[in-house]
């Protein structure tokens, strides 16, 4: 089955407050877990992809994710913040700290509040391991996505980059890419399908981001 046309997306609305970046543009990528999408990124820059972008900094809410490690590996400044009351704006601290004009959530489990949302509006983005809006929400991460769609009797699956807003998992679609659901499936081998496309997109939204950044960066 051929994926469905991305809907449209624009970065550019509303306009952050951030001042216009100088090259290369600067990228902070949120990560809870593994980071296996983390280091589909790392890969992509080191190939001279990401469209000129440069990953400055890792933050993970998890003090044993091995997102962090794969950052240390990689000479990439890394943080652990602990969730809880303040996160947001340790997080929108450390961006500042890293000079970061985008930020990627690769995996990353906590809800985001203000005023990091509204100091990266339009500059933030999530990948979800779903076809959203079905199987988004509170608690729909990871496992819990694909047994979901498993239950549910779905025949197609995916993933999806959307924008950050305070609403979870609500924001403008960026792109989608769909994997079929087989009869054999488990949530394991599901998660495993979805997760190869996961590491394609996540990179050409970043290179897709940090090309509007550019352009935005010239007005």
Same mark, same amino acid.
């Given at each position: ?74 000479? /990439? ?19 500042? &700290?890293?000079?970061?004009? /985008? /930020? ?92 190869? &496309? ?8 970043? &290179? %897709? ?5 550019? %352009?935005?960066?010239?007005?």
């Amino acid at each position: 089955m051929s994926d469905p046309a991305p809907p449209s997306f624009s970065p550019l609305s509303p306009f952050s407050p951030l001042s216009p970046p100088s090259p290369p543009v600067s990228i902070l990528v949120l990560a809870s877990g593994n980071g296996s999408n983390l280091q589909a990124l790392i890969d992509e820059e080191k190939r001279g992809g990401l469209g000129g972008g440069a990953i400055a900094g890792v933050a993970s809410d998890r003090s044993g994710a091995y997102a962090l490690e794969r950052s240390r590996q990689a000479g /990439i400044p890394a943080c652990f913040f602990p969730r809880g009351p303040g996160l947001s704006e340790r997080v929108l601290r450390f961006a500042r &700290e890293r000079s970061a004009d /985008i /930020i990627i959530l690769a995996g990353f489990l906590s809800i985001l509040e203000n005023p990091l949302i509204d100091a990266y509006a339009g500059w933030m983005i999530n990948l979800h391991p779903s076809l959203l809006p079905k199987f988004g929400g509170k608690g729909m991460h990871g496992g819990a996505v694909h047994r979901a769609v498993l239950a549910a009797g779905e025949t197609v699956s995916g993933c999806t980059v959307h924008a950050v807003t305070s609403a979870v998992d609500s924001g403008a679609v960026l792109l989608q890419r769909s994997v079929p659901v087989l009869p054999e499936d488990t949530p394991e081998s599901l998660g495993l399908r979805v997760r190869g &496309e996961e590491h394609r997109i996540i990179a050409e939204a970043a &290179e %897709l981001l940090v090309r509007q950044r550019r %352009l935005y960066a010239g007005r």
